[in-house]
């Protein structure tokens, strides 16, 4: 990897901490609150098909209607196909729309912290080696963000939990209500204004769409993109990502092996 860059910007689920176990159990939460199923557990195999498919998954009211979906027969193929239309138009055939099935799923975590923390924090394990690339961070003079679609309150608990106290500032959360790309030019624009020395970003992130849609944009073409390996992305998916010359495909290996070294 080269030199460190000036801001180190990261996605928070699948590149900082895995939370799968977490997620399938809030989404079969609030899935209950919407659909009100007469069996109030999930059936078996449920919870390893909302696995495999974590990958299509870009933002959290999702969660639930996959499920929806895996219940109503939807083939797992098509889901990784064509998930979009899929999810749109069963929230069409249900009558429901985004904010409220989003709604749902943050109400649904904020109860269980309320009664459960640390029941709720034994649901996440940061990935090998990142909660020592963060302190590293932290302690040098790189600028560490996080950007996200998690709720940025929940981000901090989990942060706080491995010890890392990360200023409220640093995290983008689903609160910010804007897309990923406008929060890197945001803060290139918030350092550029300070320095004539050159604003270099790495940006992190485990979905390819998100990393494509950054690449596209021509205002954007300073940022370093990196798919993470270990994340929510497809075997597909990371074979496109070997084969475009502006995305590295990043391995924990060389995440620990070379930066950590680095710094």
């Not at 460190?4 to 939370?19: R, S």
């Not at 639930?64 to 064509?82: A, H």
Request: glycine share 4%; aromatic share 8%.
């Amino acid at each position: 990897m080269p030199t460190m860059p000036t801001i180190l910007a990261l996605d928070f689920d699948g590149v900082v901490c895995d939370g799968l176990i977490e997620y399938f159990q809030t989404a079969w939460r609030a899935y209950g609150r919407i659909w009100s199923p007469a069996d109030t557990m999930p059936p078996p195999g449920l919870a390893e098909q909302f696995y495999r498919l974590r990958p299509v998954i870009e933002t959290g009211w999702e969660m639930p209607v996959l499920l929806r979906s895996l219940l109503l027969n939807t083939p797992e193929d098509e889901i990784l196909e064509n998930w979009q239309a899929i999810a749109q138009r069963q929230i069409t055939e249900d009558n429901l729309n985004p904010s409220e099935i989003a709604d749902s799923v943050d109400q649904v975590r904020d109860e269980w912290i309320a009664v459960d923390l640390e029941g709720w924090l034994a649901q996440h394990r940061f990935y090998p080696g990142i909660t020592s690339l963060l302190q590293r961070v932290l302690k040098s003079s790189i600028h560490l963000a996080i950007i996200t679609t998690k709720e940025g309150r929940f981000v901090r608990q989990l942060l706080q939990q491995q010890g890392i106290d990360l200023p409220t500032a640093q995290i983008y959360g689903k609160e910010v209500k804007q897309p990923k790309a406008q929060t890197l030019r945001t803060l290139h624009q918030q350092f550029s204004s300070n320095t004539d020395q050159p604003i270099s970003i790495w940006f992190v992130e485990d979905r390819l769409k998100t990393l494509q849609t950054i690449q596209n944009q021509p205002a954007l073409s300073h940022v370093k993109l990196y798919l993470a390996d270990w994340g929510y992305n497809t075997e597909a998916e990371r074979a496109i990502a070997h084969k475009d010359t502006q995305i590295s495909v990043l391995s924990l290996k060389t995440l620990e092996e070379e930066f950590l070294v680095t710094m």
